[in-house]
């Protein structure tokens, strides 16, 4: 897998694959948007390594500044496009939420965090497998004010594409070769996913309490 996506770095089209798969993998969480920011990442690190020997630069290499910038605006156009969704879903929204112990949970926990001020939640379930779906849809859902939800949602876009394409450039360069950068990456990307889900499942502290 990683051969095949290595070599549409080499291409322009890159660029658009990257914006697209950011943007619908908040609809379709299987999307590797998070493998393909890497690999472009890892790409560029190759291809700028310097050593004793120069090593030329292909014509085609993804730049950095750039991936981070698309990376960091699909990510936000996608939870926007989310975020509209949820507040006019209507009836059936209501019905998938109300199915799903998953999406209730981060429902409330989401209006209280809003309502409050705070969300960090939002940055969190960034990282989280489907964390970002239910998150968006959560906060179109319980009609928070778009200048409740913008900002959380770029920054933690910038935080998701910042942590992507540091993953695949400086894992590139420190390890010197790029296949075992971009799994070594991938590796960490996951670890972070499964971290950020922890923590999005584990009840708010008052809910602890009085659980206790």
Known sequence: MFETLGSLTASPWIYALVALSIVLDVFLPVLPSGVLVIT???????????????????EQVPDILLLLVIATTASVLGDMAAFRLGRRGGARLDRAIARSRRLTRAHERLGTALARGGGAL???????????????????????????????????GMAWAGYSVALG?????????????TALSVVALFAAGALAAFLVRRPPPAAAAAAA
């Open 40 to 58: 472009a990442a890892a790409a560029a690190a190759a291809a700028g390594a310097t050593g004793p020997v120069p090593v030329p630069v292909p």
């Open 169 to 181: 450039y400086f894992g590139t360069q420190w390890l010197g070769t790029q296949w075992l950068g």
């Open 122 to 156: 939002v940055v969190i379930a960034r990282f989280a497998p489907a964390g970002r779906s239910v998150v968006s849809l959560g906060a179109g859902k319980t009609q928070r004010k778009v200048a409740e939800f913008l900002p959380w949602s770029v920054l933690a």
